[in-house]
């Protein structure tokens, strides 16, 4: 299993590959060892987010948005050259075959697992489909808790936008 997290001691992002049952992780840019919460593991499996105390994980594809945007900006850029010159059927073709390679793409692809919390992701996680799916109600509360916690940082900034948007 590998973890990407942002240490917190360089404050860089970081990537480790990690045993089950590790208790430490070790930062590959500064050495530093963090040590990973109590029942952070169970059975072998992540059971709780092992670089931040929370319990909130959920399971996404692993797919890259940027490599998914550039193949639809390419089709797209290409389908403008042809439409130029009035290939009508190889216009539709190269948006069709675009639109293929991104829908292949995402089936292929393996998924992994995030934490709501602090935004590490874990790959190769064993069991990874017994956490749950993304759920924008866990997302909007974390978002928020992150939003009044960098507010607090920076007084001078209007508490207005927290409170407009908290939840009921
Ligand atoms: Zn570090
Ligand atoms: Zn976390």
Redesign the pocket.
């Known amino acids: 299993m590998n973890v990407s997290y942002r240490c917190p001691a360089c404050e860089r992002p970081a990537r480790a590959a990690l045993a089950a049952g590790a208790e430490v992780l070790a930062c590959p840019r500064c050495g530093h060892a963090l040590r990973l919460p109590a029942g952070a593991w169970e059975g072998g499996r992540v059971n709780r987010?092992l670089?931040?105390p929370?319990q909130d994980l959920y399971v996404r594809k692993d797919f890259s948005q940027r490599l998914g945007v550039a193949i639809v900006l390419i089709g797209f850029a290409a389908s403008c050259v042809t439409w130029h010159f009035y290939y009508v059927t190889a216009t539709f073709g190269i948006l069709l075959g675009t639109f293929l390679a991104d829908a292949l793409l995402y089936v292929l692809v393996g998924e992994c697992l995030v934490?709501y919390?602090?935004r590490?992701e874990y790959r190769g996680v064993e069991g990874v489909r017994e956490h749950g799916r993304f759920s924008l109600e866990t997302f909007e509360r974390y978002r928020q808790q992150a939003a009044r916690l960098r507010q607090r940082r920076a007084p001078h900034e209007e508490a207005a936008e927290t409170r407009s948007g908290q939840a009921p």
């Open positions: 987010c670089t931040c929370s934490c919390a602090c590490s």
